[in-house]
């Protein structure tokens, strides 16, 4: 009786090392993709905190700002990210809270158009203008002769009379 | 050959324009979206050991204040006055809660004593608050009527005539 009880305690017991085995193999196989998912997280939070005015700051996102208030916004985003909200959500929370001011590139629509499209305009009015000017200096340049002073024409002729 | 004499003053009408019109805006204001909207909720632990919510205020003139011991000098100048404020207005219902942000408990403590508050005050813990009231700096003040909604955000240090002005438009509001 004792040696049967004995020999079912130590297959309990290998039984029981073989389960800890198995599950510390797999908590520690998993380790690759547990930091994947952490890396994809701190991934996310910079690039929509990139995205943010540090309001504090000058001309700073809330991904490189050191300020304290942009690490608690860090903090926040990092947050709502883990919630299951998108980048727009996101984007929208801080744009009730602060307004669009906290984006650094306002939302192409309406008259923040022109922000995006002025520029380009502007290039196109000076290129053009350019180019209008360019043609005319070349055009001209041939074409006229330097008007003589008719003076210094007389004297020059003068003077080579004198010569001979 | 008239147009093209014409074409550089016409050419800075809309540039004369944009400055007239930029140099005329405070570049510092920029206009919090919250005003007029209801005011976020919060729900903070107070230094007295207390809890301060917007909820458990409810029906009830709100001067919400952000400050911090390290906001030298305009939280020390308005200091006195919110306390003085409170004083004056709480009988006739007037609250008054002040959200310290960022700060080190003792120094904030000390700015507590220093002045003598008597409304109730706690800090901030994540800056959660403050965020969710758009607040940029030390001292913003929030003016919450009694439906709850920001009727006026000040930033900057309270004067006694804009103090006096906002109180007496939230104790007359319904």
Same mark, same amino acid.
């Given at each position: 009786? /004792?040696? =049967?009880?004995? =020999?079912?305690?130590?297959? !309990? ?15 520690? /196989?998993?380790? &690759?993709? !547990? ?8 991934d996310r939070v910079r690039e929509i905190a990139s995205e943010l005015r540090c309001v504090v700051c000058q001309n700073l996102s809330v991904a490189d700002s050191p300020s304290d208030l942009a690490k608690e916004m860090r903090n926040l985003v990092r947050e709502q990210v883990q919630q299951g909200k998108n980048r727009e959500e996101i984007q929208a929370y801080f744009v009730s809270r602060y ?5 650094? /590139?306002? &939302?192409? !629509?309406? %008259? ?7 520029? %380009? ?23 006229? !002769? ?11 002729? =003068? ?6 | ?6 074409? @550089? ?20 204001? @920029? ?24 909820? +458990? ?33 709480? *009988? #006739? ?6 959200? *310290? @942000?960022? *700060? ?8 507590? #004593? ?9 800090? +901030? ?21 009694? #439906?709850?909604? @920001? ?14 002005? #906002? ?8």
């Amino acid at each position: 009786m /004792s040696r =049967r009880r004995g =020999r079912w305690a130590s297959v !309990r017991q290998a039984a029981w090392w073989l389960t800890l085995g198995v599950a510390v193999l797999l908590w520690w /196989s998993a380790a &690759p993709v !547990r930091a994947a998912t952490n890396f994809d997280l701190e991934d996310r939070v910079r690039e929509i905190a990139s995205e943010l005015r540090c309001v504090v700051c000058q001309n700073l996102s809330v991904a490189d700002s050191p300020s304290d208030l942009a690490k608690e916004m860090r903090n926040l985003v990092r947050e709502q990210v883990q919630q299951g909200k998108n980048r727009e959500e996101i984007q929208a929370y801080f744009v009730s809270r602060y307004g669009e001011y906290v984006l650094l /590139s306002p &939302p192409k !629509r309406g %008259f923040n158009l022109l922000v995006w499209g002025l520029p %380009f305009l502007a290039i196109a009015v000076g290129g053009g203008a350019v180019y209008l000017v360019v043609r005319r200096w070349t055009e001209q340049a041939p074409a006229k !002769r330097p008007a003589i002073d008719p003076a210094y024409a007389e004297r020059v002729q =003068r003077e080579l009379k004198d010569r001979e | 050959m008239t147009w093209k004499k014409l074409l @550089i003053p016409l050419a800075s009408v809309p540039v004369i324009l944009l400055l007239a019109y930029g140099f005329r805006t405070d570049p510092k204001a @920029i206009p919090s979206p919250l005003v007029q909207k209801l005011a976020p909720d919060f729900r903070l632990k107070a230094f007295d050991g207390g809890e301060v919510s917007l909820a +458990d205020l409810k029906g009830k003139p709100l001067v919400l204040n952000f400050w911090a011991s390290w906001c030298y000098p305009a939280c020390y100048e308005e200091a006195p006055l919110l306390e003085a404020t409170w004083k004056r207005y709480k *009988d #006739q219902g007037l609250m008054m809660v002040g959200v *310290d @942000i960022q *700060d080190k408990e003792a120094n904030a403590r000390e700015f507590l #004593q220093r002045f003598g508050f008597t409304f109730p005050n706690a800090p +901030d813990p994540g800056s959660k608050v403050s965020i969710d009231y758009g607040v940029y700096g030390v001292p913003e003040t929030y003016f919450i009527d009694r #439906q709850g909604r @920001i009727a006026y955000k000040h930033v900057g240090a309270l004067t006694p005539a804009l103090m006096e002005a #906002q109180v007496q438009s939230l104790l007359k509001g319904t």
